[in-house]
């Protein structure tokens, strides 16, 4: 995530200057905005994307779809009323990730389903997703995440998947191999949206953050939450496991930001 060109003021709405961001395939970008003024607004990919300020300055949170081609793609600035309305433009340009293979060895029960463990893994798919379009109001001014736990990572974001050496969909969350009973933090204030045991990601928890923003814990030993409560930033609120489908006690962590699939690691604060 680097700028290609130097970020220019957009002074008038008839100036035509633009930045041009790079981003991964499954990247969260921090864009700048280079326009001021009540009402400001910015889409990208077809969907209007949260604002936050920091430090005085006005920016912009966009997820890249872990499977949107790899392109040039334009963002739109807007901002004043109907009277006077001020628009930029700048650019994402998205490159294609470079993910590895992950090869796991599972029992037969885990890796061939019959028709009613097919019957509950789509209704545990249903109950995820639902997740995902639930509206949560939490305020969160700088959504910047921390780990939810220590340990190795053991299988990275978008990793293609092997399971007994047949191909799966890529891995949609992050792997960290941790303990059993090892305290897993909430990685940003929220709401608990779900709290259930399931067929493949054995006892999980699914967290809203606000402006399209939910994380999934899997494979958890315990959860330690119910689901209504809110939780803070750093509060622990479950224990890794090696529940459902598992080869060892670690944590998959997901999130999903606006319908995006996106590594949970660009989700973290950024170091200067």
Do not use: C
């Amino acid at each position: 995530m680097k700028h290609l060109l130097t970020l220019l003021l957009f002074i008038t709405p008839s100036l035509g200057y633009a930045t041009t961001y790079t981003a991964a395939q499954g990247d969260v970008l921090r864009i700048p905005a280079p326009i001021a003024g009540n009402n400001l607004h910015i889409r990208a990919f077809g969907k209007s994307w949260p604002i936050f300020e920091k430090d005085g300055k006005h920016v912009a949170w966009i997820g890249i779809h872990l499977n949107i081609k790899p392109s040039s793609y334009p963002v739109q600035w807007s901002a004043g009323d109907a009277a006077s309305i001020v628009q930029a433009t700048d650019n994402i340009d998205v490159q294609k990730g470079k993910f590895r293979i992950s090869h796991i060895t599972v029992t037969k029960k885990m890796s061939s389903f019959d028709a009613e463990a097919i019957k509950r893994i789509r209704a545990d798919q249903a109950a995820i997703k639902k997740t995902y379009k639930t509206k949560v109001n939490i305020t969160n001014t700088w959504p910047e995440m921390i780990m939810p736990v220590k340990g190795i990572i053991s299988t990275p974001f978008a990793a293609q998947r092997y399971v007994n050496d047949k191909p799966r969909s890529p891995h949609s969350g992050l792997d960290i191999a941790a303990p059993t009973g090892t305290p897993v933090k909430a990685p940003l204030a929220g709401k608990v949206l779900l709290v259930e045991d399931m067929f493949l990601n054995g006892t999980l928890v699914a967290i809203g953050h606000g402006n399209g923003m939910t994380t999934v814990y899997a494979h958890l030993s315990k959860a330690l939450v119910q689901q209504g409560d809110i939780v803070q930033q750093g509060d622990i609120f479950a224990e890794v496991g090696s529940t459902g489908r598992s080869t060892g006690p670690h944590l998959h962590w997901g999130v999903q930001f606006n319908g995006n699939k996106v590594d949970p690691r660009t989700m973290l604060t950024i170091k200067n």
